[in-house]
């Protein structure tokens, strides 16, 4: 059996090394953080001094077991080392607890009275009397944790009052390990506590914005594992040596078994390390093929926001997708207040910022990681496809601060995700097409139908109306009759025009092509109106307007603003005004709009005014503003309605059409 001395040496060896790697270990990961206060260079002497006294009891003791004696240089050095760490650990503690606890600062420096009298202790042997003074530091220092705890209680500030509560408790535990005395294994292995403590929250909560990867703690836990299992088949190598038991062949047999225990542990690594790697692998075979199946885009975000939420275990997910409508999908609780309004901010400013991610803490643009942090998130993974943005993908990652390796998995799903947005959209254009192709198909067979019908009917009519003429003239003709039969000239005209409009509606696109003047088709519009629109005392303002279509159809064009204007004055009020004007847009087109006064058009109809047949006019055809919405998408151009204009009252029709490479110069040239 190995004596209780060789364990108890080999668990102090093995404390101070681990305790004094992991200290440099934590100094050299706040030497490289960027950005640094007050804190943070506490606790980086903090952590300088513990590797200080971890080092030095470390290098003192191997000495002694390696040259057998307590004294030379090497043993000097080590001991000052330790002494200087032990002296300035407890202020600085106490220093650290000051600036979390208050604002004033300047408190914290008279900490540093205690390091002189403490050298001294330590100088002179009063080891007792340092314990009492370390002791005493650190249950002050465990109870301003705790009242710190107290003040950051609450969920934003959780990883904070957490640490306070655990860090203050590690404290404690040492405290309570002095009195065993400076060589004990017990105070060896307590002092591992607090570095540990602050290690786990660094890796777990990322405290103070440090990053400790995975592959960092395998590598540590198997080093230490490693180290502990060497150092005790080196001591018991050394035990079975002095009783003649073959201690070398000992040894190497141990070695070899640790070989061999090396493969099962170095497959598990391997799972354990890709295991990140292998959840980006599922997520693209299985959720995204899932979310697929999904037609509707609502539907599939939600899913897909679901899925990353759950999978990659972050606290909220939101999938904002840009568009006429903000589209959200959310996973987890979200922020109050009005979300949608700062997502079309964070949207806006990304979309002039190239960016493959977002993260708030390293993010240099103010505007965005202003707009960020206002949400509630700490990462925003910009949805590209190509060059457009078609959305963002926003991450709360607590209590983490970094996502670590998940920043590389994140940025994958993201791909992911803008793929299938994009395919959804494609599917959904080609839907929409093959929907119009057969609307189209299904408008040229009824007009095929309606130009044959109104032909035949204006023949009868034709014939009709000339018998109605001449039996009007026969002088012998009753006046009640007289009465009847102009009655019935009227109704005829009506059907007539009703025939014509058939006509015009059942009629294809025209193929021919010639110059189009927009002040020629003003003035055209206004001269072909009915007599009885010109008995209803209606101004036509015209504006002056110098535009010029190059290879235009001039009959669609026409057949646009006389509509336009018929339906206006017919809805308009004697003394009223119908304006015509015409303007370009660059990059869209021309634009055509007509103006009336009358009473404007409800937004409950609004979507069925192009309709054919629909009409709220007694004795309407309800073919005219179908005429205009029939040619107008034929054109490739667009029409909005804006109702009212004035108070309650007016509607004003506006009309653009896409103009060519060879119109938009003629066009421009004319404007100019």
Sequence with gaps: MIPVMVISTALRLLSYAVGGALDLYLVALLLLKARTGLAEKLVLLLLFASALWHGGNEIALFHRLAVGH???????????????????????????????????????????????PAVWMLRTGRFNMHAVLFGSMLVVTACLLFCSALRHRVPARRRFWRFYQSFACALIAVAAALPVGADSEILALTSLIPPFCFAWFVYRYNFLGLIIGRRTVFALTLGTASALYLLIVRRAADFADEFDVFGRVIEVALILAAGLIWIPLYGWMNRVLSKRTQVFADFSKHVIQEAAAILDLNKRMQYLAEEVGRT????????????????????GPMPSGDILERVQQLLNATVHKRRDFVFVQRENDGTLRQLLDDLGFNYSFPLWYETRLLGLLLVDSYPRIHLDEDEGVLLGLSRQISQSIQTHHLVEAKIDLERALLEQAHLAKLGEHSRSTAHEIKNSLTGMKTLAQVMRLDPKMPEERAVDLDHLVGEIGRLDRLAQQLL???????????????????????????????????????????????????????????????????????????????????????????????????????????????????????LGLAIVGKNVRELGGRIRVDSPTSGVRGATFTVTIPINVESRKTVIQSAS
């Excluded at 300035?88 to 008279?110: E, F, N, S």
């Excluded at 003047?517 to 504006?543: G, M, N, T, W």
């Design 312 to 331: 990659l275990g972050l606290r909220r997910v939101l999938v904002a997708l840009s568009g006429e409508s903000t589209v959200l999908a959310t996973y």
């Design 504 to 622: 015009v509606y059942g009629r294809p696109a025209s193929r021919e092509r010639s110059d189009v003047s927009l002040a020629q088709l003003f003035e055209r519009a206004r001269q072909a109106l009915p007599l009885d629109c010109s008995d209803r005392l209606v101004r036509i303002e015209l504006a002056d307007c110098d535009l010029v279509f190059e290879s235009a159809d001039r009959e669609s064009l026409h057949q646009i603003v006389l509509n336009l204007v018929l339906n206006a004055i017919q809805v308009s009020a004697p003394g009223d005004t119908v304006r015509l004007r015409g303007n370009i847009e660059p990059d869209v087109g021309v634009c055509i709009k007509v103006s009336d006064e009358g009473p404007g058009i409800p937004l409950e109809i609004r979507d069925r005014i192009f309709e054919p047949f629909f009409t709220t006019k007694p004795g309407g055809t309800g």
């Design 70 to 116: 307590a004294s030379g240089v090497v043993i000097g050095l080590a001991t000052g080392a330790k002494l200087l760490g032990a002296a300035l650990i407890p202020a600085l503690l106490l220093h650290l607890a000051v600036t979390w606890i208050t604002d004033r600062h300047w408190l914290g420096w008279l900490t540093y009275v205690s390091v002189p």
